[in-house]
């Protein structure tokens, strides 16, 4: 007997919660892999156990209520008959990018810790609509001459007004670039008029503001941890680093010291000085 004859005697509250599983409101993680040279969807069972606890399953009518992961478990199981879902071993592929190669088990039961491949599509309606429509447009295009004076017409009139929106547009984009290079020159850092029309947002959003300065993005500096500041009483900053001696074996060496002074308000502006000690060096 075939999957489908299997799936097609499932309880109407059973594929409702396949249904659930299959759509993207349960937030189940879906991996892919290689099945007898096809490509499946798969799944692991803690996912599947933690989308019927979610509060989207709670709100769904005609399912069975879960209250605990037990019962989630035991629904599950009760599913496998069905064949919308078995029990699948997981090897190794051959290159990471490739899909992980699976394989059916004979024993089927439902545990967290194994992963499951889909035998169960969903509802295919909206493909069969997609390839209906694709259809109808291809032979409403190749049937073009045959169409009514005045439906043609209106296509013309219609990709005219699509080709002026994009010709519009970018001569909107030229103006704007003309214009904030006249304005780099005279009005220095430069003006761009919708500075968000190019940026990765809604429409609406691209045509604000309508202007606005090219002022550089400030960058965060990074402190060095290896600098020795300290303050002092005054609330001067003090940096210093030795130098090495002459190599006259006298056992000095060199000190300099940076001093940022830091006056009241009626002080000079803060100015630095750099003053040389002689530092005796450790024999230790």
Not at 122 to 137: C, K, R
Request: charged share 20%.
């Amino acid at each position: 007997m075939s999957t489908l004859d299997q799936q097609a005697k499932a309880p109407p509250d059973i594929r409702n919660v396949v249904a659930f599983l299959r759509s993207g409101k349960a937030g189940m993680k879906i991996r892919v892999g290689a099945l007898n040279g096809k490509r499946v969807d798969y799944f692991k069972g803690k996912s599947a156990i933690k989308a019927l606890l979610s509060p989207a399953y709670a709100a769904l009518p005609s399912v069975p209520k879960i209250t605990s992961e037990s019962e989630a478990q035991a629904l599950l199981h009760s599913i496998i008959p069905y064949t919308f879902f078995l029990r699948v071993d997981r090897s190794s592929s051959a290159s990471s990018n490739s899909p992980k190669v699976l394989s059916v088990i004979s024993t089927q039961v439902f545990t967290p810790t194994d992963y499951y491949a889909w035998f169960y599509e969903g509802s295919q309606w909206i493909t069969y609509a997609g390839g209906l429509l694709m259809v109808a447009v291809m032979l409403g295009g190749v049937m073009f001459p045959l169409w009514p004076p005045i439906m043609r017409l209106g296509v013309w009139y219609l990709s005219i007004g699509m080709l002026g929106l994009i010709g519009l547009f970018f001569g909107l984009v030229l103006f704007r670039l003309v214009f904030y290079i006249i304005t780099v020159v005279v009005a220095s850092p430069g003006i761009w008029i919708f500075p968000k029309l190019l940026a990765d947002v809604g429409f609406v959003e691209s045509f604000i503001p309508l202007w606005e300065w090219d002022l550089p993005k400030k960058k965060a500096k990074k402190k060095k941890g290896g600098d020795n500041t300290d303050k002092d009483q005054g609330g001067s900053k003090r940096k210093g680093k030795a130098v090495e001696g002459n190599g006259n074996g006298n056992g000095r060496s060199a000190f300099i010291e940076e001093v940022d002074d830091s006056g009241d308000a009626n002080s000079r502006p803060a100015s630095r000085g750099v003053t040389v000690e002689d530092v005796a060096d450790d024999d230790d």
